[in-house]
């Protein structure tokens, strides 16, 4: 069973820009869409952005034009670049296959203040 860890969260103030990495413990290869979720305090999980193994990508409303997956097939990593971070995104990051079905790792905390 592949295990997803999530890393690069941090506290940042609004404006501010972090980059998440997801280092998967096999070989995502094969995996055809990827993506990064996030849990805000008190809401559900929900994903933020999607690759595909052809560099296609997919984003929610709530993140266009502001984040930027990526992944590196060769190193089994999933990156997300995050810019013009707002206080709503707040949350714990994970990344997972699409639909998910790796053991979710612990996540990786980011925290925006205002």
């Known amino acids: 069973q592949v295990q997803p860890v999530e890393s690069g969260g941090g506290l940042v103030q609004a404006g501010g820009s972090l980059t998440l990495s997801c280092a998967a413990s096999?070989?995502?290869?094969?995996?055809?869409?990827m993506g990064w979720y996030r849990r805000a305090p008190g809401k559900q999980r929900e994903m933020v952005a999607s690759?595909?193994?052809?560099?296609?990508?997919n984003y929610s409303d709530s993140v266009k034009g502001r984040f930027t997956i990526s992944r590196d097939n060769a190193k089994n990593t999933v990156y997300l670049q995050m810019n013009s971070l707002k206080p709503e995104d707040t949350a714990v990051y994970y990344c997972?296959?699409?639909?998910?079905?790796?053991?979710w790792g612990q996540g990786t905390q980011v925290t925006v203040s205002s």
């Open positions: 997972n296959t699409i639909p998910y079905s790796f053991d």
């Open positions: 690759i595909t193994r052809g560099a296609n990508t």
């Open positions: 096999g070989s995502i290869f094969s995996i055809n869409l």
